[in-house]
């Protein structure tokens, strides 16, 4: 391994570490457990390429004390879990860019996760409907083997065909991905929520369509959400033991 890659390896490990720090000072311990665990794998990387026994030193110094704190915050998560008292909030601030449906959903998103229930009155035009593709495909391509996604939505009345056509063609496609898509329409909701079979709750203020209108079809964000500009809305995490459906 060349020192050249070593040291990116190394840069990658501080930015993902920074990152957990932040995280775990902001009380978001979901999010930071998952950032610590990948940095520490990063220093472990580092340290089984470096040869220097005093760097070697160091690196496990370092090591030791991220891996101390990382299991602290997974005693503190799974005993608020346990407790039914899991509460975590992500507030998403106006025009703010860095929160794709990877970036959001990641930390809760585990090997355990089998079955997913969406409920979300504004999966009715074009944009939205493509939010919810968007979701699907992150599903997929996740560490995970999601193979049933219910959703609950209202139907679009003015465009009824437009909405029904598309979720029949996106629900085939599933079903070719290996996964079961339970589409159920309602005219009384309101709330929006998202539940995972492995107990995680989010509940996002504007449901899947937090995501603002890019300025152009060929403007940075346009393919890239992590790059597109967002409305403000929070975000709550919630854990319970017994997942029902919605």
């Known amino acids: 391994m060349t020192q050249n890659h070593v040291a990116g390896m190394e840069t990658s490990a501080i930015s993902v570490l920074k990152r957990a720090v932040e995280l775990d000072h902001s009380g978001r311990f979901q999010e930071s457990l998952v950032c610590y665990q990948e940095g520490i794998q990063l220093l472990i990387d580092v340290l089984k390429a470096v040869k220097d026994d005093s760097k070697r030193g160091h690196y496990r110094v370092k090591i030791k004390g991220y891996m101390d704190r990382a299991e602290q915050i997974k005693v503190h998560v799974n005993q608020t879990k346990e407790d039914g008292k899991y509460h975590e909030q992500i507030r998403i601030a106006e025009d703010a860019t860095g929160y794709s449906y990877e970036v959001l959903f990641k930390p809760y998103v585990s090997s355990l996760l089998t079955e997913v229930w969406v409920q979300d ?8 409907l493509y939010n919810f593709l968007r979701f699907s ?12 996604i219910h959703l609950l939505t209202s139907q679009d009345e003015a465009a009824s065909g437009q909405q029904s056509g598309a979720l029949a063609e996106l629900k085939e496609s599933l079903s070719a991905q290996g996964v079961t898509l339970d589409l159920q329409y309602s005219s009384t909701i309101h709330d929006r929520e998202i539940r995972f079979d492995n107990g995680w709750i989010i509940k996002i203020g504007r449901g899947l369509d937090y995501f603002k209108r890019p300025q152009g079809r060929f403007s940075i964000g346009y393919c890239d959400y992590d790059l597109r500009q967002c409305h403000e809305t929070n975000v709550d995490i919630f854990h319970t033991k017994h997942t029902k459906t919605l």
């Open 121 to 128: 009155p504004y999966i009715r035009h074009t944009h939205q």
């Open 137 to 148: 495909e992150m599903l997929l391509k996740a560490s995970c083997k999601v193979t049933k």
